[in-house]
């Protein structure tokens, strides 16, 4: 009995080993990329909008694959699915740099689809095998994405200082290779079983119909709206203020690895609640001081950027925290999730192009994070309406 203790010990031990390093490759290949993004764009000679681009397209990849994601697991299995994932990861980093216009696009493409079907599977692998432990490894694994995003962040403007950019944006391929060495004992051990929660056929919810659903779906599509446009276009902003690259990578990675403290502290804070719109606000006025710092007063942006990181952070764990508190059941969670998660990366997959855009017709950032600050009220006005203690009716 006690062997057999031991046994399922260091099976659990190492599973959560696992999951840790996936989540090292759910930010860190797509959001390094931003401090390198106008050494690429004077590279391949893009425009603007051509290079807010790249960072729209992994967005509209979590949009478009986040709802099929169920059938994917529901026909590999899903830990087979999740070393699918890796693979997708690490073959997208590699051909991203590579160096040519298309290889950069079609890469970046292939991260998101590798993120995407790892941002649906690692919550459920976490129900189905730690049920008691779900908010520790949540927090867990949300610490250790921003913790590799923000390493990243600092480490690829120095590598691309001395090797160029291509060799910095392959570099971060070890990330989904030793998640992947690391994850086939799970391939190997996988099993069949029954998953029903995920796969089960969803009966026709009418969810677009829901005020309810739509605010769950907008506090989720603005906040990460606003944190895709931070994470794309900070460090050129910083660059317009006088910042070297490096401090603007700096800068970059410390909003990324302020993102990661929330989901440390939001969890009990939120069981201590009747409700959570206060939260909602308080994280939206937060944000709304760092983005609009960032437009007034760039050279502290050491502070602003640590308050967007964190305000960001907190709203995007509060927006998946929206979705199992405002569901009545398992079925209507997924449902309420695939709205959300689809309606929200669409949304958010615009605004590094539009911010692009406008960067082109204005010549310059402050517009586009006053604009972020105004994005910021709706998030607040939004989070009023999620943040109420109801449920979804059982027929909306």
């Not at 919810?205 to 994470?231: C, D, E, N, P």
């Not at 203020?241 to 403290?261: C, K, P, R, V, W």
């Not at 201590?272 to 001081?289: C, S």
């Not at 979705?323 to 990366?345: F, K």
Request: hydrophobic share 55%; net charge positive; glycine share 10%.
């Amino acid at each position: 009995m006690r062997a057999k203790k031991l046994s399922e010990a260091r099976n659990d031990a190492a599973l959560a080993i696992g999951i840790l390093f996936i989540a090292t490759c759910l930010r860190a290949p797509f959001t390094s990329l931003g401090p390198l993004l106008e050494i690429v764009q004077e590279s391949l000679h893009l425009s603007t909008a051509a290079t807010g681009l790249v960072n729209a397209l992994p967005l509209l990849a979590f949009a478009i694959l986040s709802p099929v994601v169920p059938l994917i697991s529901k026909k590999l299995g899903l830990e087979p699915a999740l070393g699918v994932a890796l693979v997708l990861v690490g073959a997208g980093t590699a051909l991203r740099a590579s160096g040519y216009i298309w290889s950069l696009y079609l890469g970046t493409g292939f991260i998101g689809c590798g993120i995407a079907i790892c941002n649906v599977l690692l919550p459920s692998l976490v129900k189905r095998d730690f049920p008691g432990l779900i908010p520790r490894i949540t927090a867990l694994y949300a610490l250790t994405m921003g913790i590799s995003a923000a390493l990243g962040s600092m480490l690829v403007v120095p590598v691309a200082q001395s090797f160029g950019w291509e060799f910095a944006s392959a570099t971060l391929i070890l990330l989904p290779f030793v998640a992947w060495l690391i994850w086939i004992p799970q391939m190997a051990a996988w099993k069949e079983r029954t998953w029903s929660e995920c796969t089960e056929e969803l009966q026709s919810i009418s969810l677009w119909k829901s005020s309810l659903a739509w605010q769950v779906s907008l506090f989720f599509g603005i906040t990460s709206l606003i944190y895709y446009i931070s994470v794309s276009w900070l460090p050129a902003l910083l660059k317009d203020a006088g910042f070297t690259d490096a401090e603007a990578g700096n800068i970059h990675g410390l909003m990324q690895l302020a993102s990661a403290i929330p989901g440390l502290i939001l969890l009990p804070a939120i069981k201590m609640m009747k409700d959570q719109r206060l939260i909602a606000v308080i994280i939206a006025a937060i944000t709304m001081l760092g983005t609009t710092g960032l437009a007034m007063l760039p050279r502290l942006a050491i502070i602003w950027g640590a308050c967007v990181g964190f305000g960001a952070g907190a709203a995007i764990v509060l927006g998946l925290i929206f979705i199992g508190l405002r569901s009545s059941n398992t079925r209507q969670a997924a449902s309420l999730s695939g709205m959300a998660q689809s309606v929200g990366y669409l949304l958010a997959a615009s605004g590094p192009i539009c911010a692009g855009i406008v960067h082109d017709i204005f010549q310059n950032w402050i517009i586009v994070f006053y604009s972020c600050g105004f994005l910021c009220i709706l998030l607040a006005l939004v989070g009023l309406g999620a943040g109420r203690n109801i449920h979804l009716n059982e027929r909306v």
